[in-house]
């Protein structure tokens, strides 16, 4: 190969290299997740983002996202692991994410654990509006179950039946939802006591068994108040003050107080 004719091996590379890449998490910071003050534990995670640059805040990278954590974390109770809640971030003060309920659902082996032949799998569905201004998806699941002292090895129940039982669980869906702000419907939800009723309200028409919330999403949601948000976090914004580490003496009179006192005096 004749020399000077291969002009890149001469200069070095391509014109322009590589830039050197940097870490790509040095240029991020850390935020911690606060859960609403209906769970137990209230720091329940941390976000990561990449800091503000520019015209792109941090902050307002954070709000918006929503973070899936297992209802067992957030309260403390192993018994109710097979329920995940998703929170959404609302709301951005300081290094802390405030966040409101976004969704509900059931573990995929608690669903399958349910599934079993011999029964009637009954399903239904319910758009309700709460009276904070939220729509609410809500889907619930129930198994029929066999009579007290059935020999029979199925309980199959009759498609007219099936029908009565839907009817009745969306009637006690829009009863519990449509009557109570959404955080009062979070408290129903995480007991089952919705599933609990419906298993009561349809005994006449078919014994059912693990009568349970499925699914809940938010379909709609208000205009966003901040007031509210800090109510469902505990704390309304107002400086409560230090309380007094000396009593007040007895005999101590508001200055004001004593000045108008005094005057009302003068005039008598």
């Not at 720091?43 to 503000?52: A, I, P, Q, Y």
């Not at 998703?86 to 608690?110: N, P």
């Not at 009723?197 to 108040?225: H, S």
Request: with cysteine.
């Amino acid at each position: 190969m004749a020399v000077g004719k291969n002009k890149r091996l001469t200069k070095g590379g391509k014109k322009g290299g590589k830039k050197k890449a940097g870490d790509p998490l040095m240029r991020k910071e850390w935020y911690d997740i606060k859960a609403p003050s209906l769970f137990a534990v209230r720091n329940c995670g941390k976000t990561l983002v990449s800091r503000t640059q520019g015209t792109k805040i941090a902050t307002e990278e954070l709000k918006g996202r929503v973070l899936e954590v297992n209802l067992a974390d957030l309260n403390n109770d192993e018994d109710q692991s097979y329920k995940k809640i998703k929170l959404c971030i609302e709301e951005v003060q300081g290094r802390h994410c405030l966040t409101d309920f976004h969704a509900l659902s059931l573990t995929r082996d608690k669903l399958c654990s349910l599934i079993k032949k011999w029964q009637t799998m009954i399903e239904a569905h319910a758009d309700v509006k709460t009276t904070d201004g939220y729509v609410v998806r809500m889907f619930v699941i129930a198994f029929t179950d066999k009579r007290p002292n059935q020999v029979k090895v199925n309980c199959y129940a009759q498609t007219a039946q099936i029908r009565r039982i839907r009817r009745k669980m969306v009637e006690i869906m829009t009863n519990e939802a449509g009557k109570v702000q959404l955080r009062e419907l979070v408290k129903k939800l995480i007991p089952e006591s919705i599933g609990k009723e419906i298993e009561k309200q349809t005994q006449g028409i078919f014994p059912l068994k693990n009568a349970l919330v499925r699914k809940v999403k938010i379909m709609k949601k208000p205009k966003f108040d901040i007031v509210k948000l800090m109510e469902m976090h505990g704390d309304n914004g107002e400086d409560a003050g230090v309380a007094m580490v000396v009593a007040e003496n007895e005999a101590a009179v508001n200055t004001l107080s004593a000045e108008v006192a005094a005057v009302a005096a003068d005039e008598e």
